[in-house]
């Protein structure tokens, strides 16, 4: 049986309703011939302050939303990436190679951006081989550079965008492929018709209907929106998912409503609520637009995290799936407009969304997965510094100083090696050392 490993961490909720997703399409797709495990790398296998990242992600948008737009702007370049990725590795290699010896498999998924390239790095200095290893990408379409990989056997990308930027990262068209992100498999199978989800939901059955969400955090300004759209008095009906943002939840339960209004916390019947909408309000999170573009409802979105979220709003608007109103007033006019728009205005968003719905997206990377997790693992070649000088006097030296750390020659560690204590003239007394080491290595070789 092989062994499936999904990379990823709780920042957000994205990246663990990706993984969970693909893990349903394989055992659905091949019953009993994979074993699957979910390992959150920030909590459990890096260092402090990245173990306490699950926590810190939502408040950190929540309340300083500019900041992490200028460091996502910052580090999104090609050089930048590849500087940071290796300083997070070299803080937490030791926890990464942890990791890897606790989870075994035969391969290794990673479903976030920020551990691709660290973890890539642990999983290559593994001796002899290490199994294959997949990205699946799951932001849309402004995709960071940490994302890519050349090393990774492939890179799944939601879309023709997210292909683009792998390019310009120095991915081949081999090492890629256009899937659509991963909705859960059984999203779809849940669909029903607007009737019987209303009927079922307990909702009017011809007003019409907004949805609106804020992803599992219950993060953006949903409370100001959802007012903002009661104080136009509209023939219609609100529901609105808090998620586990408790105070959100009482504060709108406390509130007088104009209209029929339903209040949800965490849910796990979304494709239920999708199927009676006729409008979504949300924030710009690629699983929630994607969901709705499968289920057929056009987006008003309210709030989007600058950096990852910002290509998602241009691809919704560009594709008449929806408009980008990041006021609470502004939301309530395209409310009002939509709606004034009658019935055919709603169904021609509503076919624009279901063009950019890929229900089959998740099965697509199941078979991709399911095929590398049958591939022999791959050698790893471990890199050797000048290689072409080996043969040069002195060479056997130097290696042996750079070994144990000392690829500068280090007075410390020469005066270290040599039991000498910390005089002050310690520093001259080692490159003293470490000439007439190398001087006599090179007479040698003579």
């Known amino acids: 049986m092989k062994r499936i490993l999904f990379l990823m961490s709780d920042t957000g909720g994205g990246h663990r309703a990706a993984a969970e997703a693909i893990i349903e399409a394989l055992h659905v797709r091949y019953p009993g011939e994979l074993e699957t495990e979910i390992v959150d790398v920030f909590r459990h296998y890096t260092r402090f302050p990245y173990t306490r990242m699950p926590e810190f992600y939502p408040w950190l948008i929540n309340n300083s939303k500019s900041s992490w737009g200028a460091g996502y702007k910052f580090s999104n370049t090609r050089l930048r990436a590849r500087a940071l990725s290796r ?52 932001d849309l379409v402004s995709t960071h550079y940490f994302w890519y990989d050349r090393r990774a056997e492939r890179t ?47 909702w009017d059955p011809d007003l019409p209907a907004i949805l609106m969400v804020g992803g599992g955090d219950g993060m953006g300004p949903l409370y100001k929106t959802s007012r903002a759209i009661n104080a136009r008095n509209l023939k219609c009906q609100l529901a609105i998912i808090a998620g586990r943002n408790k105070q959100l939840k009482d504060n709108l339960d406390t ?34 637009l994607c969901e709705a573009c499968i289920a057929r409802v056009p987006s008003i979105i309210y709030d989007a995290i600058p950096g990852q979220e910002t290509g998602n709003v241009e691809w919704i608007v560009n594709n008449d799936a929806g408009v980008f109103a990041p006021s609470p007033r502004q939301v309530a006019d395209t409310v009002e407009a939509w709606l004034g728009e009658g019935a055919a205005g709603l169904a021609k968003r509503s076919d624009a969304a279901a063009a950019l719905g890929k229900p089959n997206a998740v099965w697509e990377i199941a078979e991709e997965l ?18 072409q000088f080996d043969d040069m006097p002195g060479a056997k030296t130097a290696k042996a100083l750079a070994r144990t750390g000392s690829l500068y020659l280090s007075p410390l560690t020469l005066r270290r090696r040599s039991g000498e204590g910390r005089s002050s003239g310690a520093s001259r007394s080692g490159r003293r050392a470490a000439l007439r080491l190398w001087r006599s290595e090179t007479k040698r070789g003579k």
């Open 156 to 202: 799944l990308v939601p879309t023709q965008e997210a292909y683009d930027r792998g390019v310009k990262a120095g991915l081949t068209s081999e090492q890629m492929r256009i899937t659509g992100l991963p909705v859960h498999p059984k999203f779809a199978e849940k669909l029903k018709d607007k009737a019987s989800a209303r009927a079922e939901l307990g």
């Open 255 to 288: 509130s007088e409503w104009n209209q029929p209004t339903q209040t949800y916390s965490f849910v796990t019947n979304m494709p239920l609520l999708m199927a009676a909408a006729d409008i979504l309000v949300t924030k710009g999170g690629p699983a929630t």
């Open 370 to 387: 399911y095929t590398y997790a049958h591939h022999a693992p791959i050698p790893t070649v471990r890199r050797r510094l000048l290689p």
């Open 87 to 138: 300083g997070f590795y070299s803080y937490s290699e030791n926890r990464l190679k942890q990791m890897i010896r606790e989870h075994p498999s035969d391969l290794v998924v990673n479903v976030h951006s920020v551990l691709a390239r660290p973890c890539m790095e642990a999983y290559s200095r593994m001796p002899g081989a290490r199994p294959p290893y997949i990205v699946v990408v799951t």
